[in-house]
């Protein structure tokens, strides 16, 4: 598609969508997500549900081939339209950016409502221990718009690949941050009669800070050594919420524990795990 006729596009559907009334400051809106990479909106995408987790693969403007994985999903939609069912605040077709197709849905009604029934059903059996509040906090309704369709998503984040091949059916990619660590041990830590060795991200805090805008990040990983054998012990995070940054610590079994604000480090790992039973 030129970009004559995607900006006509897009000004006919805001055009479509202005004329709406919005009675309630609470009406939920989107507001734009810029990634990387450009989906074609001419060409559906293909949506994957399965044991292997959820993705979205379709082709980009380009003409390469792209992929959005979800992290931890727990809600997702498939309609079809071109007019986005949501209001959009910006005020004239013109401040549309050509290139943005991924949204954040704010004041959600659905994920309210996903909320309720996992409190409601799994309230005091939520995720190992965890609390379900943390659909309030940490999980969000993103929209992402296609030609004739969009795909709707509640979950924790998502991450884009791009390549030449297309990325339907086919594994993550080596840096792809759902993955464990592909590097070796670094690091050791003797706390209490065990020995814990450490992998580090090699990325720079920079990058992390930036790519934590999608999805949680992996400062670090602790394995332990049992009988000759390695096994992951636990995972040093960061996530973002309302734009503010989170140090968490996850261990293979329970609830997270927050850290402090921004990145933490082998200190910081350290006092939690000297803290553990």
Request: hydrophobic share 35%.
């Amino acid at each position: 598609m030129n970009e004559g006729n995607r900006e006509v596009k897009f000004k006919n559907a805001f055009q479509k969508s202005e004329n709406k009334t919005y009675m309630t400051e609470n009406i939920p809106f989107i507001q734009v997500i810029k990634v990387p990479i450009v989906a074609d909106l001419v060409l559906s995408p293909t949506v994957l549900y399965d044991e292997n987790g959820t993705s979205i693969c379709f082709e980009t403007e380009d003409e390469q081939f792209g992929r959005i994985t979800i992290q931890k999903m727990d809600g997702i939609r498939i309609c079809r339209g071109e007019i986005p069912p949501y209001h959009d605040p910006r005020e004239n077709w013109e401040d549309f950016e050509v290139g943005t197709w991924v949204y954040r849905v704010e004041n959600s009604t659905w994920l309210m409502e996903r909320y309720q029934y996992e409190k409601k059903h799994y309230g005091q059996s939520y995720e190992w221990g965890n609390s379900v509040e943390e659909m309030l906090t940490d999980y969000t309704h993103y929209y992402f718009f296609f030609h004739d369709e969009f795909v709707e998503v509640i979950a924790k984040g998502f991450w884009w690949e791009k390549a030449e091949q297309n990325l339907l059916g086919k594994p993550l990619s080596m840096s792809h941050p759902f993955l464990k660590l592909q590097i070796d041990f670094t690091e050791e830590l003797n706390i209490n009669d065990a020995r814990f060795y450490i992998k580090i991200n090699p990325k720079s805090h920079q990058e992390l800070l930036e790519d934590v805008r999608f999805c949680h990040q992996t400062i670090l990983e602790v394995w332990v050594k049992i009988k000759g054998e390695y096994f992951q012990e636990g995972t040093l995070k960061i996530k973002e919420n309302k734009a503010v940054v989170f140090s968490y610590y996850q261990p293979r079994f329970g609830k997270e524990i927050i850290i402090k604000k921004g990145i933490a480090d082998l200190a910081d790992l350290e006092n939690v795990l000297l803290s553990k039973p």
